[in-house]
């Protein structure tokens, strides 16, 4: 494109597009905020006679008010149908409500404020999908691709309450806003070249240059960070210089660690999640199991048969495995330890990690998935090969060994999600192969929004999965054993087999509830009021 036509295309810019307007309009809006304009543009400053080249005030990458300025107004997506959600950012004084109910004349979005100023969080409309972000930079690090959601959610730097599925639905029509806040910029490098030609800084034959209209603002750029260059890095390197993990410690886990158990402060430590309970109750039911096979090993070991013993002694074997494999949950299921395995999972590329690392020991998750993998599989194809070859008892070993493959394939499916690679797939979401692949098909979901819309929240990764089908196998088991119960209350045996499934069964429902990301950490048996958003808490602490 020639000189000519550029100035050309470059005017019909500003004709329709006013810049002193728009600029004045957003600073008026936030005139102690940081970045000024929707635009993401600073306000005009007359040049100086001694200088030609203007320094112009150092801006963030994005600023909320270019998305959301833009999404205002676009068409209501399908997905986005009926989803209202509200955004708020630390340090500006007024929230952005997203509505898509299209409950006005125009089928479109609508974006309004509302006023935060005087709160750290919004004390109304608590019952919306709510995110924070805790300042203008995290939300510009996050949008240029400087910062992972994940881990700006892990460290506390993004809150979120409510339905966080509302906010996956976003993801096509903030592009589309990003999208547009992107052209806005490219007519504002336009209407800054006619300046720069008016001003006489520029020739005609300056810009006839192809190369010049993509090189002038990074001449520019590159002279501007000549002159912040050291304040930039100063401040890139107290950044670096925080250790993530040792925050994400401090944010989640208590100063001082409550060792009396006369305190609620105490229970609370370590029984204030869903996932701590669930935790503990796998235990129980471990140690439950243990002691019934022990009991069932003792009483059988003059009358029974090789095969019988055998078993028993397998059935001991996994019941210790299954012992230990609860005491890593206990341990994973600590609000520091899931955020650190969140943030871990995000922040180190598995290419990095040794084979061992990476799909069997990168978290205590998926340590203690493997030992109930193992659990189910060791002792069991131990007694096979005993049964086969020892006691040349085939047909028992068949029926061992195949309950046993069906036992390890399905812990094996557990165990997989718990892999970096799995848990780092969908934007930190996880993998969806399950969903995708069996759920969507079989149900006929592909174009039944409703309907999708309802599973992708409750099965829409494979970590969803397996808790409900964790959570249903422990309710079909414990129903049948509270009926042998009441039927045979004296019977020692029963109880046994009682105290082994049902705190399993009731575990594993709450660990259903636990698998949400909104109730991650949060627990159906203990309120506090200093997590309530309602009620405000303080500035560091996350909400979840």
């Known amino acids: 494109m020639d000189g000519e036509s550029r100035l050309k295309r470059a005017k019909s810019v500003t004709e329709g597009f006013d810049v002193a307007q728009t600029t004045s309009t957003i600073v008026a809006e936030e005139n102690n905020e940081d970045a000024v304009g929707s635009l993401g543009i600073s306000a005009r400053v007359e040049p100086s006679p001694k200088k030609k080249k203007l320094k112009p005030v150092k801006k963030l990458e994005w600023s909320p008010e270019e998305i959301f300025n833009e999404m205002h107004g676009l068409p209501i997506a399908k997905e986005m149908r009926g989803v209202t959600v509200l955004f708020e950012v630390g340090g500006v004084e007024r929230g952005w409500k997203i509505d898509c109910s299209s409950s006005g004349i125009d089928d479109v979005t609508v974006i309004s404020r509302y006023d935060v100023s005087g709160r750290k969080y919004i004390a109304e409309d608590t ?17 240029s691709g400087k910062l992972n959601d994940m881990v700006a959610y892990a460290t506390g730097r993004i809150q979120v309450k409510g339905d966080s599925t509302k906010f996956d639905k976003m993801e096509n029509i903030w592009a589309e806003a990003k999208e547009r806040a992107n052209d806005r910029k490219n007519q504002v490098k336009d209407i800054g070249i006619i300046e720069k030609m008016e001003n006489g800084e520029v020739s005609v034959e300056e810009v006839e240059r192809v ?6 603002d990074a001449k520019l750029d590159e002279e501007d960070d000549n002159d912040d260059r050291e304040d930039e890095e100063e401040e890139e390197d107290e950044e670096e210089a925080i250790d993530e993990e040792a925050f994400i410690i401090t944010t989640y886990k208590p100063e001082v660690e409550p060792r009396d158990p006369r305190t609620k402060a105490f229970w609370k430590r370590h029984m204030g999640t869903d996932s701590l309970v669930g935790s503990y109750l796998f235990l129980l039911s471990s140690v439950g199991y243990l002691s019934m096979t022990i009991y069932s090993l003792h009483q059988k070991s003059n009358t029974a048969t090789s095969v019988q013993f055998a078993l028993q002694l397998a059935n001991v074997f996994s019941a210790v495995l299954f012992t230990l494999s609860s005491l890593y949950f206990i341990k994973l299921s600590y609000p520091e330890i899931i955020m650190l395995m969140i943030y871990r999972s995000a922040a180190i590329d598995p290419e990095t990690m040794t084979f061992l690392e990476r799909y069997f020991t990168a978290n205590d998750m998926l340590i203690a998935l493997w030992l109930a993998t193992a659990a189910l599989g060791l002792p069991y194809l131990s007694l096979v090969l005993y049964e086969c ?24 499916v557990m165990s997989a999600t718990a892999m970096p690679d799995c848990m780092r797939a969908n934007n930190g979401k996880g993998t969806r192969v399950v969903f995708e692949k069996c759920v969507v098909p079989l149900l006929g979901l592909k174009n039944d929004s409703d309907r999708f819309t309802f599973y992708s929240k409750h099965l829409g990764n494979d970590g969803l999965v397996v808790a409900w089908t964790l959570g249903i196998l422990g309710t079909l088991c414990g129903i049948p054993v509270t009926i042998l119960v009441i039927l045979h209350p004296r019977s020692i045996s029963m109880w046994l087999i009682f105290w082994s499934t049902m705190p399993f069964s009731v575990g594993s429902l709450l660990f259903v509830r636990a698998s949400y990301p909104e109730t ?10 200093e997590n309530d958003v309602s009620h405000g808490i303080d500035e560091g602490t996350p909400l979840l």
């Not at 190369?211 to 002038?216: A, F, K, L, Q």
């Not at 070859?389 to 812990?411: D, K, Q, R």
């Not at 991650?520 to 009021?529: G, P, T, V, Y």
Request: aromatic share 14%.
């Open 389 to 412: 070859l020892v006691l040349g008892e085939w047909v028992n070993g068949l029926i061992v060994f195949l309950t046993t493959i069906l036992g390890v394939a399905l812990s094996g």
């Open 211 to 216: 190369d010049y209209v993509d090189g002038m």
């Open 520 to 529: 991650m950490n949060s627990s159906i048996f203990f309120s506090d009021e």
């Open 127 to 143: 019952s919306l999908p709510w995110c924070r972000y805790k300042d203008r930079k995290v939300f510009s690090k996050i949008e």
